[in-house]
């Protein structure tokens, strides 16, 4: 990706604004971000995010607005679906969702009533809040049946999940995780969903740029919906995309707008088509190689140290720790890691004891290092920086001399470069 001079990226005129603007800047400048769903997002689209399409109003879809002077904003939008078609080869998209939590929401709203059955991997095994939460919209409206990852290999059990949709017979099947860290096998999940007559989803947000990189296989043209975000291994603004046939493309569209938003977030939309175009380049099939080689260097390493590994290792861009035989909790882990500037997340593991709010385990991430221009020797450093935290977390003097060394490490692979 480079480094950027960006100027700009903490400048204002409100001056309280522009100083914890500055402090964050600083802090991501300091820190080694290794949480999965976190990425840098080019000079460009952070450019982009700031322009002046933040002005318009544009509730509709382009050439069918309940506005005036849309003309350009419809060009962006058209634009933006475009660059996304030839990207993930399909044939309609809506580039509107302001998150994948919406994007999701937006398939429910289109082909579901209240009290249709879901069929989603459950959260403690590595699915989303959004597929069926008790306190999310999806477990309040819908019945949701889960199923689990196999106890022993911690990896999908396809013939359990083919059974469970036999019985429970769902509407939707969800085909899609936050902390999985292994290959989803979108044409099995076909197969299920045909053979019970429900309609497949495939929530890619996590893996949607090892997918367009041809890392990982594609739920396009296999899954009946797909829906992804923006600003995690694609590495583009906040925000989210729905792919799908484009016999669904009336369902789809209603379901947005009207259906769970108003307006528009332009500026967004035009950044999107920005981190489109960059995801096109093969230096961004490149990134999402070097993303999976971190992934499986930094995972072996810390492998090698003695932590156990859940399903064994990596496909992707994540693997989870499983701290249970450490005696300490993710929590713990969090709190330690922090102190020393490196940051991940608590994560439960398959079949975890613990609640979500202290978890088992920690999930450890490459898409954010990687764009640093970081590779397989600075995760063997990053592995020996985390195991030596974990092992002396309570020696405040080892821990200060760790906090250096993450520091320097940081310093060396600058992203952007000025405030």
């Given at each position: ?131 069926g939460h008790k306190q999310n919209l999806s477990g309040k409206y819908y019945e949701i049946h889960t199923y689990s990852v196999d106890p022993e290999t911690e990896l999908i059990d396809y013939e359990n999940v ?42 890619t947000a996590h893996i949607a740029g090892l997918i367009v990189s041809g890392l990982h296989p594609t739920s396009v043209g296999i899954a009946d919906f797909t829906t992804a975000t923006t600003h995690k291994t ?81 496909d992707n861009h994540l693997f989870l720790i499983d701290l249970t035989n450490k005696n300490m909790t993710g929590f713990d882990a969090v709190g330690a890691l922090t102190s020393v500037g490196i940051i991940i ?75």
């Amino acid at each position: 990706m480079g480094k950027h001079d960006n100027h700009t990226l903490s400048k204002t005129t409100d001056t309280e604004v522009g100083e914890i603007i500055e402090r964050e800047l600083k802090r991501q400048k300091s820190q080694l971000i290794l949480i999965a769903s976190e990425n840098f997002t080019s000079q460009e689209v952070i450019k982009t995010m700031g322009s002046v399409l933040t002005n318009k109003y544009a509730e509709g879809y382009p050439g069918f607005r309940y506005y005036a002077g849309c003309k350009y904003v419809d060009e962006i939008e058209e634009l933006a679906i475009n660059r996304a078609n030839k990207l993930f080869n399909s044939n309609y998209c809506n580039v509107q969702p302001h998150s994948g939590v919406q994007a999701n929401t937006a398939i429910f709203l289109a082909v579901l009533n209240c009290g249709d059955k879901i069929l989603s991997m459950n959260l403690r095994d590595g699915g989303h809040l959004s597929h069926g939460h008790k306190q999310n919209l999806s477990g309040k409206y819908y019945e949701i049946h889960t199923y689990s990852v196999d106890p022993e290999t911690e990896l999908i059990d396809y013939e359990n999940v083919r059974k469970l949709a036999k019985i429970t017979k769902p509407k939707l099947i969800i085909a899609g995780a936050s902390s999985y860290p292994r290959i989803i096998d979108f044409k099995k999940f076909r197969e299920i969903a045909d053979e019970v007559g429900a309609y497949l989803m495939a929530d890619t947000a996590h893996i949607a740029g090892l997918i367009v990189s041809g890392l990982h296989p594609t739920s396009v043209g296999i899954a009946d919906f797909t829906t992804a975000t923006t600003h995690k291994t694609l590495r583009g603004p906040r925000g989210a995309l729905i792919v799908a046939d484009k016999k669904y493309s009336g369902l789809i569209d209603k379901s947005v707008f009207p259906g769970i938003q108003g307006g528009p977030f332009m500026h967004i939309i035009a950044a999107k088509a920005v981190c489109f175009k960059e995801a096109m380049k093969d230096s961004f099939k490149e990134y999402g190689r070097r993303i999976v080689e971190n992934s499986k260097a930094l995972c072996s390493y810390l492998k090698d140290e003695g932590f156990r590994i859940v399903s064994g290792g990596t496909d992707n861009h994540l693997f989870l720790i499983d701290l249970t035989n450490k005696n300490m909790t993710g929590f713990d882990a969090v709190g330690a890691l922090t102190s020393v500037g490196i940051i991940i997340n608590k994560n439960v593991i398959p079949y975890d004891k613990l609640a979500p709010t202290i978890t088992s385990g920690i999930r450890i991430g490459t898409p954010a290092v990687t764009t640093q221009g970081m590779g397989i020797d600075e995760m063997h450093k990053i592995g020996e920086l985390i195991s030596l935290t974990l092992k002396n977390r309570k020696n405040k003097t080892k821990l200060k001399e760790i906090s250096k060394k993450v520091k320097k490490l940081v310093k060396d692979f600058p992203v952007y470069t000025k405030c």
